[in-house]
């Protein structure tokens, strides 16, 4: 493959990669706040129970840590989707979503590790969606990366 | 639309007929048999999206977005799935999520229609604007969940109708005699 | 491309070529007409609705995308306006349905285009000008298929005008709207396109409607990832591609004069074009959507007559005057038959290439008669022919 073609072939590669980032963020925060709201009475229920807290208190700390929770991370994956893209586009030139990224990636390992974990109670159908999509964004995020040296290696020379 | 496509689309309005009236008779059988057949539509085509993905758009400039999006549908099919065994109420919101989703689709479409000057774009804004409607509806009298049902399974009903119609709609093909 | 050059480029080509005023009238109508003979046309005259040359916006907003359908809209497009360059290219690791729309790609000085002014010779005016019409369109749809494909006809946002600056070139990121009421401000590098459908068979993704109108204006100058491409970039130079449009077509039309004994893909007209070559580039660059005065004007100076304005109901009353075999001696009536003609030669190749797309074509020597009543009508010709 000639240089120039091999440059545009990682500079789309990265603003794809950088689409499907968000994409599956968003998704995996929006099933996570899904599942979180489906058994919500038995979560709170549970947490009292452990802390010794009544109900009403735990309650709005639950929600409010939640939604810090899922906003970080939605963040996050915006974060690194769209510096891949402005990098794929030639607008940014940095490599400290490269750094996030790869938190990102031993944050998923960490997920998909803990799912195979038989003392836990997650029913199978959570763990078959849930490796499905972890091992989709690795992989997305292993191929921005590779994409991201493979250009800068193609554009040094 | 040739006969199978006719044919297809009859037999999926009659399922989605008697989808809305088992729901309405049995609540509890009728909405875990929608469940069901919507995750099993949305599976296939994320399944059938990952296989164009190897067949075709992997030569594509930029087609790695339709394995993506595959993934993410074929998710959402195993997701929808999963859920069929919690609260009516909570599967109600996610069926009611769609169905909007879906009328705002049709909308867009329908407006799309118009500014290219097709001629039945105001049955699919009618359609689209009713679906979106029962959707905005259901989720403000969420409290009655009978209510709720009842008004989701008539925009289903409906849906169905508009679809049975258009199985039975002459094509406009003019035969030389 | 657009009535300028196939109405009034393709005037001045025919006379150039050598044709008479009245021929080339004839000729350039035909040419013109390609883009406007559509079912709803032909219903309304009563004529084969198989004989359509193109399909109009409404007709393709209601079109069904099931296998037939498909069949119908690439007999008409790849027959007319995508004409295939290479029904037998070879492309490494893809499959067979991959591979059927990689080899319905246009472009110009293909087997298909012999074919196709070989199929005109001594036939009528009519076929010349639809023939004319076809070969035109290879140079300007080249890179894109006549057939609704995400995987061929796509485009993304790596989409530049080259402007010509000093010696070299500006290059300016064009973006596409979709915005059908919106006309193309080439000012402001404000052009309309296709809205971007993820359906591999959607009509959004049929031609050169993710480029917009893009192909059809001489004096634009860009570059393209082409989806097919494996990221190579393509540099489209329209002023020059027209040109060379122009020289062949009179070459081809010498040809189907009988001035010349055979013709030859990659052959143009150079020393014939050769005293006017400056005014027709000066009108190619001329930096506007529509150039028909400039080439009106010009074929009016070239055979000091008036080129009449282009009118689809011209011959209508010819047509639908007239009855049985008659209807085939009119203008419309061998129009007719050049086109069907023209869309039966296409499809048996397509077919013959082991490709399915443009649906299946009956060798009516071996098993007679078969399929769409209206191509019974070029049987019954040949044997006029013959005897």
């Given at each position: 493959m000639?240089t120039?073609v091999?440059i545009?072939y990682?500079?789309?590669?990265?603003?794809?990669c950088?689409?499907?980032?968000?994409t599956?963020?968003l998704?995996?925060n929006?099933?996570?706040?899904?599942?979180?709201f489906?058994?919500?009475?038995?979560?709170?229920?549970?947490?009292a129970?452990?802390?010794?807290?009544e109900?009403?208190?735990?309650?709005?700390v639950?929600?409010?840590?939640?939604?810090?929770i899922?906003?970080?991370i939605?963040?996050?994956?915006?974060?690194?989707?769209?510096?891949s893209?402005?990098v794929g586009?030639g607008?940014?030139?940095?490599h400290f979503?490269?750094?996030s990224?790869?938190l990102l990636?031993?944050?998923n390992?960490?997920d998909v590790?803990?799912?195979?974990?038989?003392?836990t109670?997650i029913?199978?159908d959570?763990?078959i969606t849930?490796?499905?999509?972890?091992?989709t964004?690795?992989l997305?995020l292993?191929?921005m990366?590779?994409?991201?040296f493979?250009l800068?290696?193609?554009?040094?020379r | 639309m040739n006969s199978?496509q006719r044919?297809?689309?009859f037999?999926?309005s009659?399922?989605?007929?008697?989808?809305?009236?088992?729901?309405l008779?049995?609540p509890?059988?009728g909405?875990v048999v929608i469940t069901?057949i919507?995750?099993l539509?949305?599976?296939?085509?994320g399944?059938?999206?990952?296989?164009y993905?190897?067949?075709?758009a992997?030569?594509?400039?930029g087609?790695?977005?339709?394995f993506?999006?595959?993934v993410?549908v074929f998710?959402?099919?195993?997701?929808t799935?999963s859920i069929?065994?919690i609260?009516k109420?909570?599967?109600?919101?996610?069926?009611?999520i769609i169905?909007?989703?879906?009328?705002l689709?049709e909308?867009l479409?329908?407006?799309?229609?118009?500014?290219?000057?097709?001629?039945r774009?105001?049955?699919?804004l009618?359609?689209?604007?009713l679906?979106f409607?029962?959707a905005?509806?259901?989720?403000f009298?969420i409290?009655?969940v009978?209510f709720?049902v009842?008004i989701?399974c008539?925009?289903v009903?409906y849906?169905a109708?508009v679809r049975?119609?258009s199985a039975?709609?002459k094509?406009?093909?003019?035969y030389?005699? | 491309?657009q009535?300028d050059?196939?109405y009034?480029a393709t005037?001045?080509?025919?006379?150039i070529?050598?044709y008479?005023?009245?021929?080339c009238m004839?000729i350039c109508?035909?040419a013109q007409f390609?883009?406007l003979?559509s079912?709803?046309?032909l219903?309304g005259?009563g004529?084969?609705?198989?004989?359509a040359?193109?399909?109009l916006?409404?007709?393709l907003?209601?079109v069904?995308?099931?296998?037939?359908?498909?069949?119908d809209?690439?007999?008409?497009?790849?027959?007319?306006?995508?004409?295939?360059?290479?029904?037998?290219?070879?492309?490494k690791?893809?499959?067979?349905?991959?591979?059927?729309?990689y080899?319905?790609?246009?472009g110009?000085?293909?087997?298909l285009?012999a074919?196709?002014v070989?199929?005109?010779?001594?036939?009528s005016?009519q076929a010349?000008g639809?023939a004319m019409?076809?070969?035109?369109?290879?140079?300007a749809?080249?890179y894109?298929?006549?057939?609704?494909?995400?995987?061929i006809?796509?485009?993304d946002?790596?989409?530049y005008e080259?402007i010509?600056?000093?010696d070299?070139y500006t290059?300016k990121?064009?973006?596409f709207k979709?915005?059908p009421?919106s006309?193309?401000?080439?000012d402001?590098c404000?052009y309309?396109?296709?809205?971007y459908q993820m359906n591999?068979?959607?009509i959004?993704?049929l031609?050169?409607?993710r480029a917009?109108h893009?192909?059809d204006?001489?004096?634009?100058?860009y570059?393209?990832?082409?989806a097919?491409n494996g990221?190579?970039?393509?540099v489209?130079d329209n002023?020059?591609d027209?040109?060379?449009?122009?020289?062949q077509m009179?070459?081809?039309m010498?040809y189907?004069r009988g001035?010349?004994?055979?013709?030859?893909?990659?052959?143009?007209?150079?020393?014939?074009?050769?005293?006017y070559e400056g005014?027709?580039?000066?009108?190619l660059?001329t930096?506007?959507?529509?150039?028909?005065?400039d080439f009106?004007?010009?074929g009016e100076?070239?055979?000091g007559?008036v080129i009449?304005?282009?009118d689809?109901?011209?011959y209508?009353e010819?047509?639908?005057s007239s009855?049985?075999?008659?209807k085939?001696k009119?203008f419309l009536?061998?129009?007719?038959i050049?086109?069907?003609?023209q869309k039966s030669?296409?499809?048996n190749?397509?077919?013959k290439?082991?490709?399915?797309l443009a649906?299946v074509s009956?060798?009516y020597?071996?098993k007679?008669f078969?399929?769409i009543k209206?191509f019974a009508?070029l049987?019954?010709?040949?044997r006029n022919?013959d005897?």
């Amino acid at each position: 493959m000639d240089t120039d073609v091999k440059i545009r072939y990682f500079q789309n590669n990265l603003v794809t990669c950088g689409l499907g980032i968000i994409t599956l963020g968003l998704w995996t925060n929006i099933k996570a706040l899904l599942h979180f709201f489906t058994e919500f009475s038995q979560i709170i229920a549970d947490t009292a129970k452990e802390t010794g807290l009544e109900e009403e208190i735990v309650l709005p700390v639950f929600i409010v840590v939640i939604a810090l929770i899922v906003l970080i991370i939605t963040i996050w994956h915006i974060q690194i989707g769209m510096s891949s893209i402005r990098v794929g586009r030639g607008r940014k030139k940095h490599h400290f979503y490269i750094l996030s990224a790869m938190l990102l990636i031993a944050l998923n390992m960490y997920d998909v590790f803990y799912l195979f974990d038989v003392t836990t109670e997650i029913p199978l159908d959570a763990v078959i969606t849930t490796i499905i999509l972890d091992t989709t964004l690795t992989l997305v995020l292993l191929d921005m990366i590779i994409s991201h040296f493979a250009l800068l290696v193609l554009k040094k020379r | 639309m040739n006969s199978i496509q006719r044919l297809m689309n009859f037999f999926i309005s009659l399922a989605m007929i008697l989808g809305s009236i088992l729901m309405l008779i049995n609540p509890e059988k009728g909405y875990v048999v929608i469940t069901v057949i919507l995750s099993l539509g949305l599976v296939f085509s994320g399944i059938g999206s990952i296989l164009y993905y190897f067949k075709m758009a992997r030569h594509m400039v930029g087609g790695k977005i339709i394995f993506i999006r595959g993934v993410i549908v074929f998710d959402l099919g195993l997701f929808t799935y999963s859920i069929s065994d919690i609260p009516k109420i909570y599967v109600l919101m996610y069926l009611l999520i769609i169905h909007g989703f879906s009328g705002l689709v049709e909308i867009l479409r329908a407006i799309e229609g118009k500014n290219n000057g097709q001629k039945r774009w105001k049955l699919k804004l009618s359609h689209g604007v009713l679906d979106f409607s029962l959707a905005l509806v259901c989720l403000f009298v969420i409290h009655s969940v009978q209510f709720t049902v009842m008004i989701y399974c008539f925009g289903v009903f409906y849906s169905a109708l508009v679809r049975m119609a258009s199985a039975f709609r002459k094509t406009e093909i003019v035969y030389i005699q | 491309m657009q009535e300028d050059f196939h109405y009034y480029a393709t005037y001045c080509a025919a006379f150039i070529a050598g044709y008479t005023h009245e021929e080339c009238m004839d000729i350039c109508y035909s040419a013109q007409f390609v883009d406007l003979c559509s079912k709803s046309f032909l219903s309304g005259i009563g004529a084969p609705l198989s004989a359509a040359t193109t399909q109009l916006q409404l007709e393709l907003m209601d079109v069904r995308t099931d296998i037939i359908g498909l069949q119908d809209i690439t007999r008409i497009w790849a027959s007319f306006h995508f004409l295939p360059k290479d029904l037998y290219a070879v492309k490494k690791w893809c499959s067979k349905k991959y591979i059927n729309k990689y080899r319905l790609i246009c472009g110009p000085n293909g087997e298909l285009l012999a074919e196709t002014v070989k199929l005109a010779k001594n036939t009528s005016l009519q076929a010349v000008g639809t023939a004319m019409h076809v070969l035109a369109d290879t140079w300007a749809h080249m890179y894109f298929a006549g057939t609704p494909s995400l995987v061929i006809n796509n485009t993304d946002y790596y989409f530049y005008e080259l402007i010509p600056e000093g010696d070299g070139y500006t290059e300016k990121h064009i973006s596409f709207k979709h915005s059908p009421k919106s006309p193309d401000n080439p000012d402001k590098c404000f052009y309309v396109g296709s809205l971007y459908q993820m359906n591999e068979n959607s009509i959004m993704n049929l031609g050169h409607g993710r480029a917009g109108h893009l192909p059809d204006y001489s004096f634009i100058h860009y570059k393209y990832l082409p989806a097919w491409n494996g990221y190579k970039e393509v540099v489209k130079d329209n002023p020059s591609d027209y040109y060379k449009a122009f020289c062949q077509m009179v070459y081809a039309m010498k040809y189907l004069r009988g001035d010349i004994d055979s013709f030859k893909t990659d052959t143009y007209a150079y020393d014939e074009v050769a005293p006017y070559e400056g005014r027709i580039k000066e009108i190619l660059n001329t930096r506007q959507l529509s150039v028909s005065e400039d080439f009106k004007k010009f074929g009016e100076e070239l055979s000091g007559r008036v080129i009449e304005k282009f009118d689809v109901n011209k011959y209508k009353e010819e047509y639908v005057s007239s009855s049985g075999n008659d209807k085939d001696k009119t203008f419309l009536g061998k129009f007719i038959i050049a086109a069907l003609s023209q869309k039966s030669m296409v499809t048996n190749k397509i077919y013959k290439s082991g490709n399915r797309l443009a649906g299946v074509s009956v060798d009516y020597k071996s098993k007679g008669f078969k399929g769409i009543k209206d191509f019974a009508k070029l049987i019954s010709l040949r044997r006029n022919w013959d005897e």
